[in-house]
């Protein structure tokens, strides 16, 4: 019989790492957090999830504790603006891809052809409103919410595209559901595969699909001029469409 040891306990102080074990999660965490895109859905999720906690310490009175979260909101939303700054690039890429690699469709591709025109919009308008209000640039009060609002627009009609997109995705996705049943002539390994893979694409439409139903009513909202959507509809939407935009980021990491 083999001779299981436990592991021998370090005790120098400088050293105390040794008595812990290579671990996968934390490795995986660490690979996540590094990522401009792991990053930015976590604080998604901190700046919208604490606007329904602001909003439920001020129903209990806590005023002070409220203004304190408040205070940490806004350094997060003003970093995530410049994790942004990059986002043309990323952008550019994928549009040289799918013209080189494009979707099974024409109309997946030229939904994803308006997605991306919205998006090379909404980009240096977002920057220019960002800039403007924080007196970087010197732009008159009623522009900087001109520019604001029609960013959002399009960011807007990227989400309103976006369910057209993930619709189509599922009707292929169930097609090829059937044509796997009728499938005799490949192996079962390869068959099982496949049908991991769906399972995959599914959980990814459900997962979009859920973080696009809370970016809407955020994007319309932020569309319209003196709009009356309350702070903490805000909240749970956006607390929403992060969560499972976090979700989804980790589930990227797996590989």
């Not at 401009?36 to 901190?46: A, P, Q």
Request: glycine share 6%; aromatic share 12%.
């Amino acid at each position: 019989m083999a001779n299981l040891s436990k592991p021998k306990f370090v005790a120098n102080p400088l050293a105390i790492a040794g008595n812990f074990q290579p671990n996968p999660t934390l490795n995986r965490l660490v690979k996540f957090l590094n990522s401009v895109s792991g990053t930015d859905k976590v604080l998604m999720f901190v700046q919208y999830f604490s606007k329904i906690v602001i909003w439920s310490l001020y129903r209990t009175g806590k005023k002070s504790l409220a203004e304190s979260f408040a205070n940490l909101s806004s350094p997060i939303g003003d970093f995530r603006v410049l994790l942004r700054y990059y986002g043309l690039l990323p952008l550019i890429q994928w549009m040289i891809h799918i013209e080189h690699n494009p979707p099974p469709t024409s109309l997946l591709l030229n939904i994803e052809r308006v997605q991306n025109l919205s998006m090379i919009i909404y980009y240096p308008l977002e920057h220019i409103y960002w800039l403007a209000s924080h007196k970087i640039i010197n732009i008159s009060e009623s522009k900087i919410n001109k520019i604001g609002i029609w960013s959002c627009r399009f960011w807007a009609a990227y989400v309103l595209l976006q369910f057209w997109h993930l619709a189509t995705e599922w009707s292929l996705l169930k097609r090829k559901r059937r044509d796997i049943i009728k499938k005799v002539d490949e192996g079962e390994e390869e068959i099982r595969k496949q049908k991991r893979e769906l399972k995959s694409d599914g959980e990814r439409i459900f997962r979009e699909t859920i973080s696009s139903i809370g970016y809407l009513p955020l994007t319309v909202h932020w569309s319209i001029e003196n709009s009356p959507f309350p702070e903490i509809g805000v909240g749970i939407f956006g607390t929403l469409a992060a969560f499972y935009q976090l979700i989804g980021a980790w589930k990227g990491t797996s590989s």
